[in-house]
């Protein structure tokens, strides 16, 4: 979810009304993908660098959050969705982690889609936390070193349990991953779009499963 700084600077608003905007395009991403039979969407809400930003944004951010969250439980239960986060929340406020508590628990028998918001999230964060708890094990004789493999690291990321990750898709025009998902985009695919993210829509996410639907995901193979 990137460029609501930029959206907000074209139009000579405050950075934060680019956040504020940026809700709308959350609603409508995760109620296309729900439509569109997607399993799980994961949102880049908040990185671990995030927080190097000026207290004022990040505060609202906070804000946004607690809000958001508030905001979209009925639309979650109405829609069957299930919501789960990754990522760390010791550094998260107490007026987000109550309404994201609620949110948790009241979703977490849905059957419908799975909506997975990264907060406070990094993957090299993930993937030290990830190395640091095999260490563990391994000193404390749980674990020998020949018994680590691909799915014994998977079973350590935050995104233990969820499917396989098929598609990235970037807004506004930025060409990189940006500390997202790093094991888990070793085969995914990736869609660059220019559009902003308070602009983005239904429409937008029909655009980029569409493309995604005429690639040919070969998964390191050769066929034919």
């Not at 979703?107 to 190395?131: F, H, I, P, W």
């Amino acid at each position: 979810m990137d460029g609501n700084g930029r959206w907000a600077n074209q139009k000579a608003f405050p950075r934060i009304q680019g956040h504020t905007n940026a809700t709308k395009a959350v609603r409508e991403a995760v109620e296309g993908a729900a439509e569109f039979g997607i399993k799980a969407l994961t949102l880049f809400a908040f990185s671990t660098e995030n927080w190097k930003r000026p207290k004022a944004e990040v505060s609202g951010l906070m804000q946004l959050f607690e809000k958001y969250l508030k905001d979209e439980l009925p639309g979650l239960m109405k829609n069957g969705i299930k919501l789960i986060t990754i990522g760390n929340r010791d550094r998260l406020p107490k007026k987000v982690l109550v309404p994201l508590d609620r949110c948790i628990e009241e979703t977490k028998n849905n059957s419908g889609m799975t909506l997975c918001l990264a907060v406070d999230y990094g993957a090299r964060d993930e993937l030290v936390q990830a190395t640091r708890s095999l260490v563990k094990q391994a000193l404390a004789g749980q674990l020998k070193p020949d018994q680590i493999d691909e799915a014994r690291v998977e079973k350590e990321l935050f995104t233990a349990g969820l499917p396989e990750l098929d598609l990235i898709i970037r807004t506004s025009g930025e060409l990189r991953l940006s500390n997202f998902l790093l094991w888990q985009a070793a085969y995914a695919e990736f869609y660059f779009t220019p559009v902003l993210w308070p602009d983005f829509n239904r429409a937008e996410l029909e655009k980029a499963l569409i493309d995604f639907s005429k690639r040919s995901r070969r998964v390191g193979a050769v066929y034919g």
